[in-house]
């Protein structure tokens, strides 16, 4: 298929680890806030949730039985794919940042590489994504690396090659981080050029050049792009998102206004080549 006609696949992001309801007063905290916002998203259109969690005073947590309620509550309502964050929080342990893989999703983000994260340190060392790579493989999780820089991207093409990272090669491109690459077009053609061809590859953009990077993403031949409150909480420049759902019908608008149309969630899972349900202990 080419890629104008291909679906786009949309994730949404509702909770990440750095925002707080200072930012946003309609930030989901517990599981069944994460879960009733991915469900709305669902409707809006998104086929991937990309999970962290929160104690309920809105504490970025590691504990396993939130990811596993989340991950419950989501399969409940809809047949949406789940995924979780293997980033976690900079204030957070490999061991930390590993656990939601317990709760047995879809999918798993895995980081290929470190950097400056605002004034603080993201480390993963190339052993630390083989042990999430090891572990989730083992359950029979789906990966998808994380990539911050074009470093990262280097990095994810040298674990394919090598066997480290399993095929096919699903990808996030991450533009705007301080610390990370910058959001621009230069910038949108050097992390996409060492990914081999067939490789999904999924924008996601933070800060006030979010719309412009996906709406180019989109234009290059995106396989995906991501909104949500972890990467944005305004709709329009000085207009808070009412919710995560309202952030996914802007995304929808914008894949529609590009010329091009939203991959259903069945779409989703062929174009990912999402695993079977991972059951495996
Ligand atoms: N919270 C950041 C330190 C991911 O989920 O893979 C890491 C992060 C990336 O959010
Ligand atoms: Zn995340």
């Known amino acids: 298929m080419s890629w104008d006609a291909t679906p786009v696949v949309i994730t949404v992001a509702p909770t990440g680890a750095e925002v707080t309801r200072a930012d946003n007063p309609a930030l989901p905290h517990t599981p069944a806030e994460i879960a009733a916002d991915a469900l709305a998203c669902a409707e809006a259109g998104a086929a991937v949730v990309h999970i962290h969690v929160r104690e309920e005073d809105g504490t970025p947590s590691s504990r396993p039985e939130l990811f596993a309620e989340t991950i419950e509550r989501v399969r409940a309502g809809s047949p949406m794919i789940t995924m979780v ?3 976690g929080a900079i204030t957070m342990s490999m061991e930390e940042r590993m656990t939601g893989l317990e709760a047995r999703p879809d999918l798993s983000g895995v980081e290929t590489g470190s950097m400056n994260f605002g004034d603080d340190l993201f480390v993963t060392s190339p052993a630390d994504a083989r042990r999430v790579i090891g572990r989730a493989t083992a359950l029979g999780i789906g990966l998808e690396a994380e990539m911050f820089d074009v ?3 280097v990095q994810a093409v040298r674990m394919l090659e090598r066997g480290e990272l399993p095929a ?3 990808t996030n491109l991450v533009f705007g981080v301080p610390g990370g690459i910058d959001a621009s077009p230069e910038a949108l053609v050097a992390m996409m050029r ?4 067939g490789t999904h590859w999924s924008i996601t953009a933070v800060g006030r050049h979010q719309r412009r990077m996906l709406a180019l993403g989109l234009l290059h031949g995106a396989g995906g792009i991501r909104v949500g409150f972890e990467d944005a909480v305004y709709l329009r420049r000085g207009v ?3 919710s995560n759902a309202e952030l996914v019908a ?10 091009r149309r939203v991959a259903t969630i069945e779409e989703a899972r062929e174009l990912l080549s999402v695993p079977e349900r991972a059951v495996a202990a």
């Open 85 to 87: 964050s293997t980033g």
């Open 168 to 170: 096919p090669l699903r």
């Open 151 to 153: 470093g990262h991207v």
């Open 240 to 242: 808070l998102a009412a």
């Open 250 to 259: 802007d995304a929808v608008a914008l894949v529609r206004t590009v010329g």
């Open 194 to 197: 060492p990914l081999p061809a």
